[in-house]
Structure formats: structure tokens, C-alpha cells
């Protein structure tokens, strides 16, 4: 080999070797030891840590459970309504009576899927906005497994966001609140909060958190697939392959809905893939943030996107406000947005936290 090209090679390597090492020597200068936090940080949640260690595992356990089926024949489809990666859901009808409802047809998936979020549906039954769970039946011939749930009449995030006034926000977002508050008090974290997750009647107001499919146990400590939540609203410990995350990774999804409907933009966030869609939330809070946070838990991040989030210095939310939407961004709505929008996820308001945020004092006095 040319000995020119050797040479032009070993300078390459080494400049690469150099500016890793260069990046490394930065974490250690932002954070000397003595001002590091401890590695392996056992992350738990600050709200609902141990509701589960008193209740029967029957109640959680899906692994473990048998589901009754039920028969179809009482139940008749009329047209589909939607479509996803693991069922198709359709409007129908209670024979008896002919009442609406939805049937959630399941796609071949494991098993436990289905069996998960049967039992997540049954523990949140009398839960306020939360879609209603009927019946699960299976097809005699086929044996596809059906869920028939609460039927409500949606209109689309996408026709309403940025039509809505500031009273039409704050009622929005604190029946979602609620919601949230009633199933971590359960438990549960829904892992896939986002608009189309949402039905909501414009004409009635009914609001109603729908498909818990992704939904699952909090049990402190566990770790968990990071595999869940839809790309514009992973929160960064998805991102980092933080598994301890707990219920605060719903109220990452609530920050990006509150986001858009004061910034009339949907999404906020809008990565072209999971390295981008960590860049684009560095890009606002900043490479010092990204710093502390995979200190404090000693996340692995692959030392090519690590170089790529260098030297982002911390920007703010005026960045999203424009003429168009200035009047939405009230004091208290962006002091709401800087609480439930943060990278560090044990510094999130949780759902009650919010709930009680002066942004809703109008809607708590009433």
C-alpha cells in the first residue's frame, strides 16, 4: 500500500480517536466526580410506586390468567373506524337494543398482548375518560379475539387543535389529566399517549383515552421495552434506552399535546427517525441536559449520535411563539408546559401535580 495513503489513513483514525476522547474529557470537565451523580441510579417513580404490592396477582399478572370468552352473536359490525399494527376497530351495534359500540378485532399477536391489555381495561373499569370495556369474545371458527368496548363519536385532533380558545385547552387537557391521574393511581401507564389516542366529541365533550394495548404494569425497579410510544412523542428516556421508566412517560406525551394546541403545531417534536427525534429535543433543552441525564443514569449512547448532540446550548419555548399563537401562550400555560415537558423524568409534574397547576384554577373553582 502507498505509504502516502498509510499515513493519510493513520491520521484519520487518530483524529477520530481524538475528538471521541475530546467529547469523553467534556463529561468528565462538565461533571467532576465529586459532583457526578452515583451511576446505576435505581430510578422509582415519586407517585404510585408500590400500589401494586398489596393487590392480588390475578389483577396484574397477565402471563398468568384465564379470559372468559364470550359468544360474538350479540354484537354486529356496521363499518370500520380505524386501523393499526395490531387490530382493526370497527363501529357496531348491540344487537339487543341496538346500542353503539366498538369492536377491536386483534391481529395474530402473542398472546399476552391481548391478555395485557384485557386486564389493564378490567382494572380501569369505572375510571374517569377512560374507554369502557363490554365483552371479549372469540370467533367460534377462526378464534380471532375480539374486544367490544364504549362507543364514542370522534373527531379527528388534526380538524379541531387549532380552532380551539384557551377555555376549549384547559377543559381538554384536564379531562385528559384526569384520566391519567385515575389509571397511574392504578397502576398502569398507557405508554402511547398521543392525539389519536384520544376520542373526543366535539359536540358532547366526552373525552376518552383509548387503546391500552401498549399499556403496562408499574412494578419499581423493572425494566421495561423501551419499544412503545409513537416516534414525535417518545420521551428521552425511550430514546437513551432508559428501561427503568415509570408513569412521568405519559405526562412527556401530555407536555407534547399541550405544546400543540398552545403552539397551533402538530407535532412539536418531529424527528425523521429516533436519532433525529433525540436531536430535535437536545436542539431545546440543550447538551448539558443530555449530559447530566445519561450521567446521572448511566446510559449507554452510542458514541457517533453522542458527537452528532454535542454543543447545543439550552434554548426555550418563545422559540415555537408567533403571531398567530401568542395569545394561547399564557404565563401560566408555558410555566405548565416548562413543568410537564422535562428531560429529566423524576422532575416531571405528575397527573395530579398538573391538575392542581394554576393553568386549570378556572376549571378546579367550578
Known amino acids: 500500500m502507498n505509504s502516502l495513503l498509510i499515513v493519510l489513513l493513520l491520521t484519520l483514525v487518530n483524529s477520530f480517536q481524538f475528538n471521541y476522547f475530546s467529547l469523553e474529557l467534556q463529561l468528565v470537565n462538565k461533571f467532576p466526580m465529586s459532583q457526578c451523580p452515583a451511576k446505576h441510579t435505581v430510578s422509582i417513580s415519586k407517585v404510585y410506586a408500590d400500589v401494586l404490592a398489596n393487590v392480588p396477582e390475578e389483577e396484574w399478572n397477565y402471563e398468568k390468567v384465564n379470559i372468559s370468552w364470550g359468544s360474538p352473536q350479540p354484537y354486529q359490525i356496521v363499518s370500520r373506524i380505524g386501523r393499526g399494527k395490531y387490530s382493526s376497530v370497527f363501529k357496531g351495534v348491540i344487537t339487543e337494543g341496538l346500542y353503539p359500540c366498538a369492536i377491536k378485532c386483534l391481529k395474530p399477536i402473542k398472546e399476552d398482548r391481548f391478555k395485557r391489555e384485557i386486564l389493564v381495561l378490567q382494572r380501569l373499569i369505572n375510571g374517569p375518560n377512560i374507554i369502557r370495556l363490554y365483552d371479549c369474545v372469540k370467533e367460534d371458527i377462526t378464534g ?20 380551539f380558545t384557551l377555555q376549549d385547552i384547559q377543559y381538554y387537557l384536564y379531562e385528559l389529566l384526569k384520566a391519567l391521574k385515575y389509571a397511574h393511581s392504578k397502576g398502569i401507564m398507557h405508554r402511547d399517549i398521543k392525539p389519536d389516542n384520544i376520542c373526543y366529541d366535539l359536540n358532547t365533550k366526552k373525552l376518552r383515552i383509548i387503546d391500552w394495548g401498549l399499556a403496562e404494569f408499574y412494578h419499581p425497579g423493572k425494566e421495561y421495552n423501551v419499544r412503545v410510544a409513537s416516534r414525535s412523542y417518545k420521551a428521552p428516556e425511550l430514546l437513551l434506552n432508559m428501561q427503568q421508566y415509570d408513569y412521568s412517560l405519559d405526562m412527556w406525551g401530555f407536555g407534547c399535546i399541550l405544546g400543540s394546541l398552545i403552539f397551533k403545531k402538530e407535532p412539536i417534536f418531529e424527528g425523521r427517525d429516533f436519532d433525529d427525534q433525540l436531536l430535535q429535543i437536545v436542539q431545546l433543552f440543550g447538551t448539558n441536559e443530555l449530559y447530566i441525564y445519561i450521567t446521572k443514569y ?36 408555558l410555566d405548565l408546559l416548562e413543568k410537564v415537558l422535562v428531560f429529566d423524568h423524576q422532575k416531571r409534574l405528575s397527573a395530579d401535580e398538573a391538575m392542581n397547576h394554576p393553568f386549570f384554577k378556572s376549571l378546579r373553582n367550578n
Not at 144 to 163: A, C, G, H, R
Not at 301 to 325: A, V
Request: with cysteine.
Open 298 to 333: 448511566n446510559c449507554n449512547i452510542d458514541s457517533s449520535l453522542l458527537f452528532k448532540l454535542k454543543n447545543y446550548s439550552t434554548s426555550s419555548f418563545s422559540k415555537f411563539i408567533n403571531e398567530n399563537n401568542k395569545s394561547f401562550c399564557t404565563t401560566e400555560a
Open 144 to 163: 380471532i379475539p375480539s374486544l367490544v368496548m364504549e362507543y364514542i363519536e370522534n373527531t379527528k385532533f388534526q380538524f379541531f387543535y387549532k380552532k
